[in-house]
């Protein structure tokens, strides 16, 4: 009997293409993300003193209690947040499978997504897989930048979730407080639901602030904690990177 794929379009990744190829040619792999250094051994220490501490249990499902406050410390201490860490903060094995279980937990079929592309390439086919649309806007090179009235134009009742990436891979471009306030407004008044995938948060250079999406000065945008629960007019969720 053969099985049919639900995702029959997708092939190997452009990582797996792009590793074999250097491997194959010993040429410098610029394509995926391997440090060329070896771990802080002052991680690897607290790791093994956490072994040999008998951490060794399933962690609660939200992730364990004490990182949880952790995270939600650091989070106020960079943007003057104040998210609760029991009821606001999910810690994941990783930003994939926070993106995949989001998604899935929020997109249906017929409901549309807005994608920037060239994208990270776990968004589309985890939109897929819920018989939902993507909708790609491309970013164009040199600069890599959103033009919002490409955004406008393409938002409509059916459009579900706005995915952002910033900084993004692979175009290395950021997010400026302007399009932050572009995203706030063309999203206020909507359920849309906002993805902010931030894993490279701190990689940034030349002086440039990361303008996360949960940055007190768009709090605007933000209005969740201001609504009353039944009517929240603007979702963000934000993935972190871990
Ligand atoms: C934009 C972006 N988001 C998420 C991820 C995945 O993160 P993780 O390795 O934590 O699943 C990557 C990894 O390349 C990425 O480039």
Same mark, same amino acid.
């Given at each position: 009997?053969?099985? +049919? ?8 990744? *452009? @990582?797996? =293409?792009? $590793? #074999?190829?250097?491997? %194959? ?63 606001? +903060? ?8 926070? *993106? @995949?279980? =989001?998604? $899935? #937990?929020?997109?249906? %079929? ?63 471009? +950021? ?68």
């Amino acid at each position: 009997m053969q099985h +049919i794929s639900k995702l029959p379009n997708v092939g190997t990744t *452009i @990582f797996s =293409i792009m $590793s #074999a190829l250097a491997n %194959q040619h010993n040429a410098l792999n610029l394509s995926q993300g391997f440090p060329n250094f070896s771990s802080d051994k002052k991680l690897m220490d607290l790791v093994n003193k956490a072994m040999h501490s008998g951490y060794n249990q399933y962690a609660p499902m939200p992730g364990n209690t004490e990182l949880r406050e952790r995270i939600a410390n650091k989070y106020d201490l960079l943007y003057s947040t104040s998210y609760h860490p029991e009821t606001e +903060i999910t810690v994941t094995a990783g930003a994939t499978q926070a *993106i @995949f279980t =989001i998604i $899935s #937990a929020f997109v249906k %079929q017929e409901d549309e997504v807005i994608i920037f592309k060239p994208a990270y390439d776990c968004y589309q086919p985890a939109i897929e897989l819920q018989g939902a649309k993507t909708i790609s806007i491309p970013l164009d090179a040199p600069n890599y930048g959103v033009d919002w009235n490409i955004v406008k134009e393409k938002t409509n009742p059916k459009t579900k979730m706005i995915i952002i990436n910033t900084p993004q891979n692979p175009g290395g471009s +950021i997010f400026s407080e302007a399009d932050m306030l572009k995203l706030q407004e063309l999203t206020k008044d909507t359920n849309i639901i906002v993805l902010s995938d931030e894993v490279y948060e701190h990689i940034i250079f030349d002086g440039e602030k990361h303008q996360s999406a949960c940055a007190a000065d768009i709090d605007i945008i933000m209005p969740k904690k201001k609504a009353p629960e039944h009517k929240i007019p603007f979702t963000l969720i934000n993935l972190y990177p871990n």
